[in-house]
């Protein structure tokens, strides 16, 4: 069972614009995690929120956690084609396990130049 | 690079037959998870490996098993091979059981006709 679920799906924006994808998760959480996958490949880790954070930065990338609506957001700003990849959501067991992920099913994003 | 492998990259094989996939974890790192992830789903846990025992496992049946060796290497065995187990297959490498962060491989794709 997933999880996490990313809102939209697929996303298609122009080189420039901000890109913002959605997390919703059904139980506790002690952290969340974002991971980007090029071309059905391996997983990069992104950035990681604890519970108790409400908002994250790493370069372009912001991150807000809202517990009480269990849900995240992961904001791209000014894209860029090699942005082009699958974004998932993640999350570890709450009873323990960090590295125990439970993933959500992704959304495509899609950078046009 | 992560500085985790996983060996093949591609893999073939009938249903019924058997399949090892190997991975070789970032040095330093003692503790392995596996991952499934069908096409346009995010990775479902298999199994975990720490110190060379089982840590934990996915709603995966038994002929999904593993091993972990003492340079902390780990083999993924699936036996009876089905069509739905075409997936790609993810290792993760981790510095600890309690490391919220985790790498991962570049995973094999494997089909089963």
């Known amino acids: 069972s997933q999880q996490g679920e990313e809102d939209p799906q697929a996303l298609s924006i122009q080189e420039g614009e901000n890109a913002t994808m959605n997390c919703s998760y059904k139980?506790?959480?002690?952290?969340l995690q974002w991971y980007r996958q090029n071309s059905g490949r391996g997983l990069v880790h992104l950035i990681l929120?604890?519970?108790?954070?409400r908002e994250k930065h790493s370069g372009r990338l912001r991150v807000t956690l809202d517990t009480s609506k269990k849900s995240s957001s992961l904001l791209i700003t000014a894209s860029r084609a090699a942005d082009t990849a699958s974004y998932f959501c993640?999350?570890?067991?709450?009873?323990?396990?960090?590295?125990?992920?439970?993933f959500g099913a992704g959304t495509r994003l899609a950078v046009h130049p | 690079e992560t500085g985790v492998t996983q060996s093949p990259t591609h893999l073939i094989k009938t249903r019924g037959q058997q399949v090892t996939l190997r991975c070789s974890s970032q040095?330093?790192?003692?503790?392995v998870s596996w991952y499934q992830q069908a096409l346009g789903q995010g990775p479902q846990f298999i199994f975990q490996?720490?110190?060379?025992?089982?840590?934990g496992r996915g709603n995966f049946p038994p002929r999904f098993s593993g091993l972990q060796f003492p340079n902390y290497s780990s083999e993924l065995n699936v036996n009876a091979l089905e069509l739905d187990d075409s997936a790609l297959y993810l290792c993760?490498?981790?510095?600890?059981?309690?490391?919220?962060?985790?790498?991962f491989g570049p995973g094999t794709r494997l089909l089963v006709l």
């Open positions: 993760a490498s981790s510095l600890s059981v309690d490391e919220e962060t985790q790498y």
């Open positions: 139980t506790s959480i002690n952290n």
């Open positions: 929120i604890r519970s108790n954070e």
């Open positions: 993640a999350t570890p067991p709450f009873s323990g396990g960090y590295n125990k992920l439970i």
């Open positions: 040095s330093g790192h003692n503790t």
């Open positions: 490996y720490y110190r060379e025992e089982e840590n």
